[in-house]
């Protein structure tokens, strides 16, 4: 999904939804606060009708005081009864100043009806009739218009007070329903702010991932393939499917490995033919220096035949002569021919090897040549070839790279296989079909285990890392034969058992 952004650009996608998220966090708190917190609209609400039954309970919006007064001014006289008055329009201002700051406070649906309406309006009625009839009748002496004043007053006080109770009931109500909106809104905010931690969890978990698949695995790739190739471990598998920097960093260690593997078995197949050089230079030391030794025999005793003649020619001078010249041309001949041979065979290996060039030649005649080449190999690691070729197999091929898999296979049968303890290393040839050609190259040594089976073909493996082995020798026996020779190779063994390498190829090469 991010595949196609560059580091920079994911880690700054991280940063912006991590921002994101906690500003999120940051809204649903400050708003769930600002609604509940101390002086808030819903803390408002709860205390304004705390505030409304504590203010209407008792006098001045409660008609109880102003009640009292009446009844007291129905029996008290003229002296008593002016301070009575005095208190009935205190009481009346103080209920007028408390509605008006109610009137202020904006109460609304039923509550606002009950308390600023139907209490008011009696509330009205009740000084009204208060100051307008009964102070009056009381002034001017008439009993009756008093006390059916009196009663009126008494009728509206009970209706007053029914409203207020009803007042009373709708804001304790009210208070409840806030307290309980204010819990839900708290309960909404934590179920909002526990949605939002999962959202952002699962956020950060899935850029995460991403990073990780797309960042951090890719890199810890390369360090461990980086650490392999630094240690001598070239067999690696690199699969460079990451995109972006990590993936571009991956194809380049990838392209570094394939190259430099490239390089790695071009100098093995040049030290192998170097090897070969040495190898047969070392092999024809002893033949050529055996026939020189004998022609600087047969030259010294040429001269002393010389000097001796002077003094007269014996029979048995010249029998000893003749015998030294017979001996010493047999051991000059037969080192030559020895000489010749080895030259022989390491020219047409060589030549084979250098040019690779497709050509009419007799299987047996090739595998001898190739056997002869690595004489030197096979005295130091006290091993011997059998061979079993029929004479009559020809084919139109590649003899310098088939040489090439006939001498790794052997020499890792050598070297491997009988773990230069010595031993008989078989070579057998026989024909499949009328097509086909199988060269079986086999030894008695200790084996291969079965589950090495899948890795023995891979490049830089190898048992001996250290020891000498390039772990080349097989890889490049196996590319030859798939990809030259138009053939394949299979491996038969197990531990204790030897192993055998079965390779098959067509008569006429493709």
């Not at 209490?119 to 009625?125: D, G, I, P, R």
């Not at 011997?384 to 139109?396: C, H, K, T």
């Amino acid at each position: 999904m991010l595949e196609h952004l560059s580091i920079q650009q994911r880690f700054r996608l991280l940063l912006v939804v991590s921002l994101a998220c906690f500003a999120l966090c940051g809204v649903i708190v400050y708003r769930t606060l600002a609604e509940i917190r101390v002086n808030g609209p819903i803390y408002e609400r709860i205390m304004q009708g705390q505030d409304l039954v504590a203010d209407i309970l008792p006098p001045p919006a409660y008609l109880v005081e102003s009640y009292l007064v009446a009844l007291q001014l129905a029996d008290a006289d003229a002296e008593h009864a002016r301070p009575l008055i005095k208190r009935m329009q205190a009481a009346e201002l103080t209920y007028q100043q408390r509605h008006s700051y109610w009137l202020a406070q904006g109460l609304s649906g039923e509550l606002g009806e009950k308390f600023l309406k139907q209490s008011h309006a009696l509330a009205l009625e009740f000084y009204a009739a208060a100051f307008g009839q009964l102070i009056p009748a009381l002034q001017a002496g008439d009993d009756v218009l008093a006390r059916r004043t009196l009663a009126r007053l008494g009728a509206t006080y009970e209706q007053q007070r029914q409203v207020i109770g009803h007042v009373v009931a709708l804001a304790r109500q009210r208070n409840a329903a806030d307290e309980l909106a204010a819990r839900e809104r708290v309960q909404m905010m934590a179920w909002s702010l526990g949605a939002v931690f999962v959202l952002i969890v699962g956020v950060f978990v899935l850029i995460f991932n991403t990073v990780r698949r797309s960042i951090a695995d890719p890199i810890l790739d390369a360090l461990k393939i980086t650490q392999s190739v630094a240690g001598g471990n070239w067999s690696q598998h690199i699969h460079a499917d990451a995109r972006g920097e990590a993936g571009r960093l991956l194809q380049a260690i990838r392209d570094i490995v394939k190259n430099t593997q490239t390089e790695i078995v071009k100098a093995e197949k040049m030290a192998a033919l170097g090897s070969l050089v040495a190898g047969v230079s070392h092999e024809l030391n002893t033949p050529v220096g055996n026939g020189l030794m004998a022609v600087s025999t047969l030259s010294e005793d040429l001269r002393t035949f010389r000097s001796k003649m002077q003094d007269g020619l014996k029979r048995s001078m010249l029998d000893d002569f003749l015998h030294s010249v017979e001996v010493g041309a047999d051991l000059a001949m037969r080192n030559l021919q020895r000489a010749a041979e080895l030259m022989s065979s390491f020219k047409q290996v060589a030549a084979d090897r250098a040019s690779s060039q497709r050509r009419r030649f007799l299987l047996h005649q090739v595998v001898h040549e190739t056997q002869m080449t690595l004489q030197p190999m096979l005295k130091r690691a006290n091993c011997q070839v059998v061979l079993d070729v029929p004479a009559a197999l020809q084919l139109d091929s590649f003899p310098g790279p088939l040489g090439q898999v006939i001498t790794n296979l052997i020499e890792n049968a050598a070297k491997h296989g009988l773990d230069g303890c010595g031993g008989v290393i078989t070579l057998n040839a026989w024909p499949v079909g009328e097509s086909l050609v199988t060269i079986s190259v086999s030894d008695c040594g200790k084996g291969i285990a079965p589950e090495l089976h899948s890795h023995v073909f891979e490049p830089f493996y190898t048992t001996r890392l250290g020891q000498g082995g390039s772990g080349l020798g097989l890889h490049i026996a196996h590319n030859i034969v798939y990809q030259i020779l138009g053939g394949t190779v299979e491996l038969t063994s197990s531990v204790g058992n030897g192993a055998r390498f079965d390779v098959t190829i067509p008569l006429v090469a493709p």
